[in-house]
Nanobody, 121 residues
Framework: QVQLVESGGGLVQAGGSLRLSCAASGMIFSPSTMGWYRQAPGKQRELVATITSGGSTDYTDYTDSVKGRFTISRDNAKNTVYLQMNSLKPEDTAVYYC????????????WGQGTQVTVSS
């Protein structure tokens, strides 16, 4: 049974930092891409950052609003992905979801249960 377990969310003041972690278990094949998405109240879920393994190089992608503030990384040996969030803003408040995707066979797309991040002004 595949599980994605997120941790590290919480309440922080504007300008502060948080580090989210997502540990994937139960996978026989490693995901090609792991990422973080977020959903604020009344809004659609949006991509925050993704990281794709490309042999010796990992490729990262960020939504414009977090570039320069957030950093995504992964530990392939542990199937774990991290999101370091610095200089947090109230508009970063949302439920953050971890995603693990594999586009080559066998394909899969798994989601975590979400972790709340609240940034107070």
């Amino acid at each position: 049974q595949v599980q994605l377990v997120e941790s590290g969310g919480g309440l922080v003041q504007a300008g502060g930092s948080l580090r989210l972690s997502c540990a994937a278990s139960g996978m026989i094949f490693s995901p090609s891409t792991m990422g973080w998405y977020r959903q604020a109240p009344g809004k659609q879920r949006e991509l925050v950052a993704t990281i794709t393994s490309g042999g010796s190089t990992d490729y990262t992608d960020y939504t414009d609003s977090v570039k320069g503030r957030f950093t995504i990384s992964r530990d392939n040996a542990k199937n774990t992905v991290y999101l370091q969030m610095n200089s947090l803003k109230p508009e970063d408040t949302a439920v953050y979801y971890c995603n693990a995707e594999r586009k080559a066979w066998p394909r899969f797309d798994y989601w975590g249960q979400g972790t709340q991040v609240t940034v107070s002004s």
